[in-house]
């Protein structure tokens, strides 16, 4: 059964950092797209950071600048490093890999082909202002 496991994630003020990481077991990530999603208290989950197979690097402009995602393929982990962290940042943060596809386009990352990816139980963060 593929897992995803999440850790990283907690408590820090408006400023701070925090890297979130990802392994993944019983699945090779090598050939397919691989995400951070998160999900605001009654909102729907929203692709944050995704990187394709080849390394290629995509992100909400919200988060331009201020984040960095990174896979390590032969290791099969995820991570993703988060500056000058913001309250609106606050959300449960998910890693999740494609089933199907190697690039990350904006038809990959829609909320309607979710299904199409494995999940990670979630990693809570939250910046204080």
């Known amino acids: 059964q593929v897992q995803l496991v999440e850790s990283g994630g907690g408590s820090v003020q408006a400023g701070g950092s925090l890297k979130l990481s990802c392994a993944v077991s019983q699945y090779n990530t090598r050939d397919y797209c691989m995400g951070w999603f998160r999900q605001f208290p009654k909102n729907e989950r929203e692709a944050v950071a995704a990187i394709d197979s080849w390394g290629s690097s995509k992100y909400v402009d919200s988060v331009k600048g201020r984040f960095t995602i990174s896979r390590d393929s032969a290791k099969n982990t995820l991570t993703l490093q988060m500056n000058n962290l913001k309250p609106e940042d606050t959300a449960m943060y998910y890693c999740?890999?494609?089933?199907?596809?190697?690039?990350?386009?904006?038809?990959?990352?829609?909320?309607?082909?979710?299904?199409?990816?494995?999940w990670g139980q979630g990693t809570q963060v939250t910046v204080s202002s």
């Open positions: 999740a890999v494609n089933r199907r596809y190697s690039n990350c386009n904006s038809y990959t990352l829609a909320r309607y082909e979710y299904d199409n990816w494995y």
